[in-house]
C-alpha cells in the first residue's frame, strides 16, 4: 500500500514549538516533491510549505521564518518544524507529494497530490 503518514502533532501554549513528519510508505519520498498544507473546521485549505527533490523549499507568508522544512532520506521522511506557534496556527496538518522536480510557483494553490495522508492535529493555545 502506497501512502504517506504524518505524525507529531499536539497541544502547545503560543510560542512553543512542535514537529511534524511525513513518512513515505512503499515509495521514495526523494523522487517526490513534498508539500505541507493545513485546513482548519470552516476554512480553506492552505498552502503552508513546499521542499521539492533538490531540498530547495518555499513558505507561505504567514509561517515564513517560523517554520522550516527539511527531507531526512535515510528515514524517507520530511520534517516540518514549527516554531513561535500562534493561536491561528491551529489546524490540521497534512502532507502530500507530487510526481514532479520542483515547488509549484505559488501555494495559493494546492496542485493535483499523488498521495497524501490524513494529517495531524495542531493545536495552539494563547
Known amino acids: 500500500q502506497l501512502e504517506v503518514v504524518e505524525a507529531g502533532g499536539g497541544s502547545v501554549q503560543a510560542g512553543g514549538s512542535l514537529r511534524l513528519s511525513c513518512t513515505g510508505v512503499?515509495?521514495?519520498?526523494?523522487?517526490?516533491?513534498v508539500l505541507w498544507f493545513r485546513q482548519a473546521p470552516g476554512k480553506e485549505r492552505e498552502g503552508v510549505s513546499c521542499?521539492?527533490?533538490?531540498?530547495?523549499?518555499n513558505y507561505a507568508d504567514s509561517v515564513d521564518g517560523r517554520f522550516f522544512v527539511a527531507r531526512r532520506n535515510d528515514d524517507n521522511t520530511v520534517y516540518l518544524q514549527m516554531h513561535s506557534l500562534k493561536p491561528e496556527d491551529t489546524s490540521v496538518y497534512h502532507c502530500?507529494?507530487?510526481?514532479?522536480?520542483?515547488?509549484?510557483?505559488?501555494?495559493?494553490?494546492?496542485?493535483?497530490?499523488?498521495?497524501w495522508g490524513q494529517g495531524t492535529q495542531v493545536t495552539v493555545s494563547s
Open positions: 521542499i521539492n527533490t533538490a531540498g530547495n523549499s
Open positions: 502530500g507529494v507530487i510526481p514532479v522536480a520542483f515547488c509549484p510557483m505559488t501555494l495559493a494553490t494546492i496542485p493535483r497530490l499523488t498521495y
Open positions: 512503499g515509495f521514495n519520498m526523494d523522487d517526490y516533491t
